[in-house]
């Protein structure tokens, strides 16, 4: 139970990063006052880790996000009104 909840921790600390690195990649990095080579390589790079810990996160959050979400990424629930 307790591995469990550092995993999920874990997974979530870890989809936070990735989200932080793909903004300062995409977003702050290009307004940083670096020659262009530098930023194109500081925006790859922060965009390379934040996939490489996206993904990370996803195997540790896979379950529980399977089970919470899959109702609404299931297409035949979409136009249906169901209780919440």
């Known amino acids: 139970?307790?591995?469990?909840?550092?995993?999920?921790?874990?997974?979530?600390?870890?989809?936070?990063?990735?989200?932080l690195m793909w903004i300062a990649g995409v977003a702050v990095i290009p307004l940083?006052?670096?020659?262009?080579?530098?930023?194109?390589?500081?925006?790859?790079?922060?965009?390379?880790?934040?996939?490489?810990?996206?993904?990370?996160?996803?195997v540790l959050l896979g379950r529980e996000l399977v089970k919470r979400y899959s109702r609404y990424l299931n297409p035949k629930y979409w136009?249906?009104?169901h209780k919440t």
């Open 1 to 19: 139970m307790v591995k469990r909840k550092v995993s999920l921790l874990l997974g979530w600390a870890l989809l936070v990063f990735s989200t």
């Open 79 to 81: 136009t249906k009104k």
């Open 32 to 58: 940083l006052s670096y020659d262009l080579l530098t930023k194109a390589w500081l925006a790859g790079s922060f965009i390379v880790i934040g996939e490489v810990t996206f993904y990370a996160s996803a």
